[in-house]
């Protein structure tokens, strides 16, 4: 071997000499164990002397190490002390690091040139070289360098140029990081004419993309040559971008542009490339056509000043959104004291008085709305909704019901008005509303409806009745006696059921058995139960989280309150209902617009028909998952197929942006007419308020769409153990990477997760709630609620969070579902998976490893819509399943997944180093999906492990 250690052992005594590292030591210490232990440097050596390091005095120590940059592994172990032992093969665990100093000495006269030769210092042990240059490239991937001289058109708006610094010669740990970059039309770093590209590593705006900014080995960039527009007809540029090398094993290199303008750079060395420009003919003066588009490109600017509305003033100090009270929990700053909101309207304290209160304010306006197909949307009137939920409750109360809450009524349709009739009659009269998801699996069912010990299930179509039906003549539901159907069936089907006694109803009837024997409604107090919502796990049976009107209306009014003297909802407002019913989220939206006489229309239950549905409604009220969000982003992106379009996006949201930080939201603006009012009508043209959330959105997507899309957009967090809502982002704050500050209704601590490192004295660990809209347990299910719910009350999210300085909250990692890696490193796999899933040319992810295992794998699911065009760029065409078997196609998206995981920060081992493509999409009717459509990891790993053990066996050929 090339790098040999020698181990000697004594008694109690190891001595070895290791050689210096590579590039040198910066200290003379090894760290084994944890324990730094100094050593005595000697010609090409450093000696160490270390205590035994196994008990009991056998001292089996490594014989050899082998280097594997930067770090050497001792791979064997052969030597004892112990005469009474025998020689053995054992591993030893400890490795060490070879610490380099990367104090880059700064010439900046070398650096006065494209390519310039970097040194590094290392005291006593000499220093190595590194060669920066200055590159451009071909085309948006960075990939084929061009050769010199540079020349580019600056006649067209469209002239982008790619541009970069790269650095050969260096190890992983050192990344090149773009301090400031600006164009002079002189050689001169300061002349008085100058186009500045990059402060301070940011984009000086939005026409310029940063890609790479201490993430590897190379930075790169690009920006439109259109800003040269005004040199003479050939002419030249020279690029100036002051650049240095950052250790990122000492230092955090991919900062945000937030961070770096807050402190001062390190300053660098500056590279320098001339540039040829042409622009076909354009004098120093303009030519007529071009003063003419100036001029009216100045018209629009000062449109877009004089017409801005006067800017949204947030609600509390943005830089103090949370205040931290007593034992280390945190409250929002909307509070003036520790006391939680447990609803916001007097008269509206249950969710029946929310729907009341509604009925009352609106005027007896429009409540619930539906449409057919290619038809306008027709609306129910509170009123008529309010008489049909006292119609409704009554009949059930004729046919046996109780109302109590001891009384569960199930509700297993798909959204539409005769759900909310539904639920709300069950509110009526104290009744509890038990929802079925539409994709649960028969068994599910099964286990629902006796652990609830469900008498009446109300369903939407006879194909749902079947399943009950069925599972009543297997004997498996005793419990059921009533199915009542909101659609038409067939006598068949009440025939089948007079065979078991399960007496089939149209809702139409015991609407009007209800009619005819009205009682008075029983109205719940708050502290009774309202809703046992079934969370499905990814392994076991659902568990039913038991929801009181409290916990619901709390959550609510804590939207209310954030919201109340800025976008607060009206009666003039209307929502788009098409997330699950059965999903605490939608249903606390809806609850928040009864609550003001507002309106819901739902789609028609086809997810390929809501852009119509939407543009018909015109809603004003848009909850959002991120993964629609995504959808919309990168169709937006992929429209600007040209570099006129694209320059034209980016200097739309710019401008937009530059608005919304100054707290201006709209969507009427000269951008929104020229760029994103084809994006906006697909919406309907009136949203207003966007809320996301079930799983993380990247920063840049919802940066992006909050320019695009001129409304203002929230990010919440929460889980249905907490009614849905635990934080929600103020409103204007327009910054992202985080989940806003507590809500009104809880507040928030963080406890230590010692296994995975997070301490609270560092404002990290387990997210755990406490307040009003946290649920009282699950349904006879006292051990899983004691896991959930500790002694003082506290629920415990099984999610790792981070107090930011804003106080505001950023999820970071997930406690569940983690595990080690063979050398015992942790691994979230959502985490990575939550990166990973950006790619374009993926719809699902699944990230996996094992403990004997020393690296991840993963299994991918393409997007059918974007793969063509992601392999078409590779030159690869064929079917979707062709596609999924091709190499190539398999390399580009691995390379993809790898660039996303570097952009993110990903550590080299959380990383997939290889890809099984499936060409079948993960779903709850294939078992890989749940309910909620969380990855079932343990029948992902059985259905893939073929696949898996294939990949793992490969990687050790």
């Known amino acids: 071997m090339e790098n040999v250690i020698l181990v000697y052992c004594y008694p109690k005594t190891i001595i070895t000499r290791i050689p210096e590292c590579p590039y040198g030591w910066e200290v003379n210490q090894l760290a084994l164990g944890g324990i730094c232990y100094n050593g005595i440097h000697d010609s090409g050596y450093y000696q160490f002397t270390i205590p035994d390091l196994s008990p009991k005095n056998k001292s089996y120590c ?86 010199a001289p540079f020349v580019v058109e600056t006649s067209e708006i ?12 260096l190890s992983d740990r050192f990344k090149v990081v773009l301090n400031n970059c600006w164009a002079t039309p002189s050689s001169e770093y300061f002349y008085q004419i100058h186009w500045p590209l990059i402060t301070k590593g940011c984009a000086t705006d939005y026409s310029i993309l940063v890609h790479e900014n201490g993430k590897t080995n190379r930075a790169t960039f690009q920006f439109n040559a259109f800003r040269f527009r005004n040199i003479p007809k050939l002419s030249k540029v020279w690029l100036h971008c002051e650049t240095h090398v950052c250790d990122s094993e000492k230092f955090s290199c991919p900062v945000t542009c937030d961070k770096r303008k807050q402190r001062a750079e390190q300053t660098g060395g500056v590279l320098v490339a001339e540039i040829t420009v042409r622009s076909k003919g354009l004098s120093r003066f303009y030519t007529l056509s071009a003063l003419i588009s100036l001029i009216a490109f100045g018209a629009v600017l000062f449109l877009w000043v004089i017409s801005r509305p006067k800017p949204l003033l947030p609600p509390v100090d943005l830089n103090k959104q949370s205040i931290g009270i007593e034992g280390g929990a945190r409250r929002g700053a909307l509070l003036t004291d520790n006391n939680l909101l447990s609803y916001y309207f007097e008269d509206a304290k249950t969710l029946y008085e929310v729907f009341q209160r509604g009925v009352n304010i609106s005027g007896n306006g429009d409540c619930l709305g539906y449409r057919k197909p290619k038809q306008p949307y027709q609306w129910l009137t509170y009123k008529q909704v309010s008489d049909r ?15 109590s809450s001891n009384q569960y009524i199930g509700i297993f349709a798909q959204n539409r008005p005769e759900w909310i009739i539904s639920e709300y009659a069950c509110y009526t009269y104290s009744m509890v509303a038990v929802p079925l998801y539409d994709t649960l699996g ?67 009837e015991v609407e009007e058995l209800g009619k005819n024997n009205t009682k008075e409604p029983v109205p719940p107090k708050p502290e009774d139960l309202s809703v046992v919502c079934f969370t499905s796990g990814t392994t076991g049976n659902p568990k039913g989280a038991m929801l009181t009107h ?146 993380p959105i990247s920063p840049s997507v919802l940066t992006f769409l909050r320019a695009a899309l001129g409304c203002q957009i929230f990010e919440g ?117 939550n990166v990973y899933i950006r790619s374009a040319a993926v719809a699902q992810v699944f990230v996996h490893g094992e403990s004997l295992r020393s690296f991840l794998i993963g299994i991918v699911v393409p997007d059918a819509e974007m793969l063509p065009e992601f392999a078409a760029k590779l030159g690869v065409k064929g079917s979707f399943e062709e596609l999924c078997k091709n190499p190539a196609v398999k390399k580009a998206i691995l390379d993809d997944l790898i660039r996303l995981g570097r952009e993110a920060g990903l550590k080299s081992f959380e990383q997939v180093k290889d890809l099984y493509i499936h060409s079948e999409l993960f779903s709850v009717e294939n078992g890989l999906l749940t309910p909620t459509l969380k990855a079932k990891r343990g029948d992902l790993v059985k259905f893939f492990q073929k696949e898996i053990e294939a990949l793992y066996s490969a990687a050790q050929e």
């Open 62 to 147: 490594g014989t050899q190490s082998e280097f594997k940059n930067p770090m050497y592994h001792f791979y064997n172990s052969i030597v004892s002390n112990d005469s009474s032992v025998i020689v053995k093969s054992q591993p030893v665990n400890y490795s060490f690091t070879c610490t380099y100093n990367a104090n880059y000495l700064v010439n900046q006269a070398a650096f006065d040139q494209r390519v310039a030769t970097v040194h590094v210092k290392n005291g006593s042990s000499g220093s190595f070289e590194s060669q920066l240059s200055l590159n451009f490239y071909s085309n948006a991937k960075f990939s084929s360098i061009k050769e």
């Open 158 to 169: 469209g002239s982008d140029i790619f541009a970069g610094v790269e650095a050969k010669g």
């Open 389 to 403: 939920t006292k119609y409704l409750g009554s009949g059930l109360l004729q046919k046996g019901c109780q109302p």
């Open 442 to 508: 028969p068994e599910a069912i099964v286990y629902i409806v006796n652990k609830a010990d469900i008498s009446v299930v109300i369903c939407d179509t006879p194909a749902k009745a079947e399943v009950l039906l069925k599972n009543c003549e297997d004997k498996k539901t005793p419990c059921l006696k009533i199915i009542v159907l909101m659609d038409l069936f067939d006598k068949e089907l009440k025939d089948r059921g007079d065979k078991v006694g399960i007496e089939i109803l149209s809702l139409q």
């Open 550 to 695: 409290q916990n619901v209306v709390s959550n609510a009014a804590a939207f209310l309150r954030c919201t109340e003297n800025t976008v607060e909802c009206t009666s003039s407002d209307v929502a788009i209902s098409y997330l699950p019913l059965a999903h605490m989220f939608e249903r606390v939206v809806q609850a928040v617009v009864y609550s003001c006489g507002a309106k819901v229309g739902f789609f028609q239950g086809d997810i390929k028909l809501l852009t119509d549905d939407m543009k018909t409604l015109k809603p004003t009220l848009f909850p959002v998952v991120p993964r629609l969000l995504n959808r919309v982003y990168d169709k937006i992106q992929s429209g600007a197929n040209t570099p006129v379009k694209r320059f034209l996006l980016n200097f739309a949201v710019f401008m937009k942006m530059a608005e919304i930080k100054q707290g201006i939201i709209r969507n009427d603006s000269i951008w929104d007419k020229l760029v994103f009012k084809k994006v906006q009508e697909t919406m309907g043209g009136r949203v207003r308020i966007m809320v996301t959330g079930a799983a």
């Open 717 to 833: 967090y929460g889980q249905t153990e907490c009614s849905a809502g635990s934080t929600f982002s103020m409103p204007g704050d327009w910054t992202t990477g985080h989940v806003g500050a507590p809500l009104a209704c809880n507040i928030i601590k963080l406890d230590d997760v010692e296994e995975m490192s997070y301490f609270a004295s560092n404002n990290e660990g387990e997210v755990c709630i406490k307040g009003p809209n946290v649920f009282k347990g699950y349904l006879k299910d006292p051990e899983k609620t004691a896991e959930a719910i500790d002694k003082d009350g506290w629920l415990h999210t099984g999610d790792i969070g981070k107090w930011l300085p804003n106080g505001t909250l950023k999820i970071i990692d997930r406690k569940k579902n983690i595990f080690k890696l063979a050398q015992g490193e942790y691994i979230a796999p959502e985490k990575i998976e």
